[in-house]
């Protein structure tokens, strides 16, 4: 098993940006691809980005591709999502989740492991 905890939420303005991490413990990170989600009041929990076991096979939902980017160093147990141009849409919190899959899913029910979240908002 793995646990996860996110960080780095808070309040920032519009085109402003935040650098979430996600921190794990128990199994090596590098048995699992990594996936953010995210889920607004009274939404469904989308997608963000996902990154495969060796940090290959990154992708991005279409509403973050060019601001966001995902990445992960194994031997630090990390996932990272850095977050440039934030906009008012992308208030929510943000999750992120591990798959023993090797590239990863944009379905959250593939995925098995899951922190509590971090809350992000964005201010105009």
């Known amino acids: 098993q793995v646990q996860l905890v996110e960080s780095g939420g808070g309040l920032v303005q519009a085109g402003g940006s935040l650098r979430l991490s996600c921190a794990a413990s128990?199994?090596?990170?590098?048995?699992?691809?990594v996936g953010w989600f995210r889920q607004a009041p009274g939404k469904v929990r989308e997608f963000v980005a996902k990154i495969g076991r060796n940090g290959a096979g990154t992708y991005y939902a279409t509403t973050v591709m060019g601001r966001f980017t995902i990445s992960r160093d194994n031997a630090k147990n990390a996932v990272f999502l850095q977050m440039n141009n934030l906009k008012l849409d992308d208030t929510a919190i943000y999750y992120c989740?591990?798959?023993?899959?090797?590239?990863?899913?944009?379905?959250?029910?593939?995925?098995?492991?899951w922190g509590q979240g971090t809350q992000v908002t964005v201010s105009s």
């Open positions: 128990g199994r090596p990170f590098g048995d699992y691809a």
């Open positions: 989740a591990a798959d023993s899959t090797f590239w990863g899913s944009v379905n959250p029910n593939d995925y098995d492991y």
